[in-house]
């Protein structure tokens, strides 16, 4: 299993959001992410009596976050599957860098280009100063709108895409990017978080996500993206990793 999930975590659902402070019940949500389970699957891997993650998961389809069918082969199991999306999590607020992105979007008034920028720096760091981070659910936006600008794109390989996806972003002043490879990315002037202060985390998840549904859509091939490097992390660009879903 992942590492243990401890904060506080927002999902989608068909009635509107829900929160989630509950550590086990987030342990359950982090084990059904990796593939759907029966309760005795779950209470194995949580170590936790089955009267204990019965009414953990109760309280979970009540909720409208899990949902059952049951097992083809035994009529007499319940198998338990993730009925959202994660939106994004709750943490301690903090506002070290937020003052230096308000000087940014003063000294950039004028400038369309910087000014439009550097608001979007400041949503974008304001939300996590006020203790919501919101990447996972930026990542879905970005497949979204990856998925709908991909309708545009007749590529038939993943070279061809990577061309097309340089055109996109340099052509929608995202960034200029730099093909490594065939699995490998590299954003200068990269939009999402250029001119941003060295906060020690990546904040491109936006771009993850886009780059995600493009390929999604254009090549019907499943992949996930991952930056490694960003001007969030001290570094020079913003380095994204394509990696093929098994």
């Not at 198998?79 to 308000?102: A, M, R, V």
């Not at 659910?137 to 038939?156: F, H, M, P, Q, S």
């Not at 065939?182 to 002037?189: C, E, I, N």
Request: hydrophobic share 35%.
């Amino acid at each position: 299993m992942n590492e243990p999930v401890t904060e506080t975590r927002i999902f989608s659902t068909r009635k509107g959001a829900v929160v989630i402070e509950s550590e086990t019940k987030n342990k359950i949500i982090q084990l059904l992410m990796e593939g759907d389970k029966t309760s005795r699957e779950i209470s194995d891997a949580l170590d936790k009596a089955k009267s204990t993650i019965s009414v953990h998961l109760s309280d979970l389809e009540e909720l409208d976050l899990v949902e059952t069918k049951v097992d083809k082969e035994d009529k007499r199991l319940k198998i338990f599957s993730l009925n959202t999306k994660l939106l994004g999590t709750s943490d301690i607020p903090t506002d070290e860098h937020y003052l230096g992105i308000l000087e940014n979007l003063k000294n950039s008034s004028g400038d369309d280009y910087n000014f439009l920028k550097s608001l979007f720096h400041l949503i974008r760091y304001g939300l996590s100063s006020f203790g919501l981070d919101v990447h996972p659910a930026l990542r879905e936006i970005g497949r979204d709108a990856g998925r709908k600008l991909a309708e545009n794109l007749e590529v038939g390989s993943i070279d061809e895409l990577l061309k097309e996806l340089k055109k996109l972003w340099f052509e929608n002043q995202l960034g200029d990017i730099e093909i490594i490879d065939s699995s490998t990315l590299v954003v200068h002037d990269c939009f999402d978080c250029c001119d941003m202060p060295d906060v020690g985390t990546t904040f491109c998840s936006l771009d993850e996500g886009m780059i995600e549904g493009i390929v999604d859509e254009a090549l019907d091939l499943s992949v996930s993206v991952r930056e490694v490097e960003c001007f969030g992390k001290g570094d020079k660009g913003c380095k994204f990793v394509i990696t093929k879903n098994q």
